[in-house]
Nanobody
Framework: QVQLAESGGGLAQAGGSLRLSCAASGRIFSSLDMGWFRQAPGKEREFVARITSSGSTTYFPESVKGRFTISRDSAKNTVFLQMNSLKPEDTATYYC????????????WGQGTQVTVSS
């Protein structure tokens, strides 16, 4: 089992920045690929970022590429999502997720943290 706890959400103005954190426990952190997803009211859940277990590779959709970065700190069992140049359309609940590096789906999810970007 893996427990995930997000933090760092809040209110930001358009053009501003926020950093989300996700603390993981319960399984060797270094064996996990970590991801971030978001879901806005009335919309489907959207992939935002992924970092491989080694931290060597990251993935982003076009909607956030160049604005968001993902990183991980193995000493703290924590993954971060740095969000810059925020837009109102980034408003959503953001979820941290984890999967074994060999898995194709995310088996573990956090409870989410709200991000609201005002124009």
């Amino acid at each position: 089992q893996v427990q995930l706890a997000e933090s760092g959400g809040g209110l930001a103005q358009a053009g501003g920045s926020l950093r989300l954190s996700c603390a993981a426990s319960g399984r060797i952190f270094s064996s996990l690929d970590m991801g971030w997803f978001r879901q806005a009211p009335g919309k489907e859940r959207e992939f935002v970022a992924r970092i491989t277990s080694s931290g060597s590779t990251t993935y982003f959709p076009e909607s956030v590429k160049g604005r968001f970065t993902i990183s991980r700190d193995s000493a703290k069992n924590t993954v971060f999502l740095q969000m810059n140049s925020l837009k109102p359309e980034d408003t959503a609940t953001y979820y941290c997720a984890a999967r074994a590096s060999y898995a194709s789906t995310y088996a573990y999810w956090g409870q989410g943290t709200q991000v609201t970007v005002s124009s």
